[in-house]
């Protein structure tokens, strides 16, 4: 049983197109997380949201818009792809985001390339 | 404002020799500190978590790391390497916010050399 999954795990497509990545997390965690990993391994948050509430909303163009129907879902859809947008990105969840001990868990990413 | 510096992007080690990777942290408020591993391809895997409870905290996989507040840091060491040890390691902190959202550091890259 995958914890936290992404779909789909490789996207390449053309810049200026509009796509959208899922995740989908069956631990029953109350927080999902967006990062990203830039092509030098660097990971940073993007966004986060806590019982479908957005908690956090790093300084990321307003392309990108993150969606959460229920809090086993964290989706992210971005417009007007630009090939700065290539990079791998991960889906995380947790418990709770008020206790600092809390373990994320990750997602095995989903590699976008914009071509 | 939590940071964490990862001192060498790339380490390489025989099998069998000490494993040392090195973390620095900065915060405003007591830390805590994780480190996690990427092995080529696939999502991130915490190895261990320090969370006040004990300096020297125990992970998966033989992996240990302790935390010393004068120096404030927090390497990661395994006593013997083996080949399915290479991987990126990333060390993290937790924020004070009420978001408390992971910063990573830059990660370090683990050969194993027979």
């Known amino acids: 049983d995958t914890a936290v999954s992404q779909t789909p795990k490789y996207l390449v497509t053309q810049m200026g197109n509009d796509k959208s990545i899922k995740c989908e997390q069956n631990?029953?965690?109350?927080?999902m997380y967006w990062y990203k990993q830039d092509s030098k391994k660097f990971l940073k948050i993007m966004f986060s949201?806590?019982?479908?509430?957005?908690?956090i909303n790093e300084t990321v163009p307003n392309r990108f818009s993150p969606k959460s129907p229920d809090k086993a879902h964290l989706n992210l859809h971005i417009n007007s792809l630009e090939l700065g947008d290539s990079a791998v990105y991960f889906c995380a969840s947790s418990p709770n985001s008020g206790s600092r001990t809390d373990t994320q868990y990750f997602g095995p990413g989903t590699r976008l390339t914009v071509l | 404002a939590q940071s964490v510096t990862q001192l060498g992007s790339h380490v390489s080690v025989s099998e069998g020799a000490l494993v040392l990777l090195r973390c620095n942290y900065s915060s405003s408020v007591p830390p805590y500190l994780f480190w996690y591993v990427q092995y080529p391809n696939q999502g991130l895997q915490l190895l261990l978590k320090y969370t006040s409870a004990a300096t020297l905290v125990k992970g998966i996989n033989g992996f240990e790391a302790e935390f010393k507040k004068s120096e404030t840091s927090f390497h990661l060491t395994k006593p013997s390497a083996h080949m399915s040890d290479a991987a990126e390691y990333f060390c993290a902190v937790r924020g004070s916010g009420s978001a408390r959202q992971l910063t990573f550091g830059s990660g370090t890259q683990l050969t194993v050399l027979p």
């Open positions: 631990l029953g965690h109350d927080t």
């Open positions: 949201y806590n019982n479908k509430e957005l908690i």
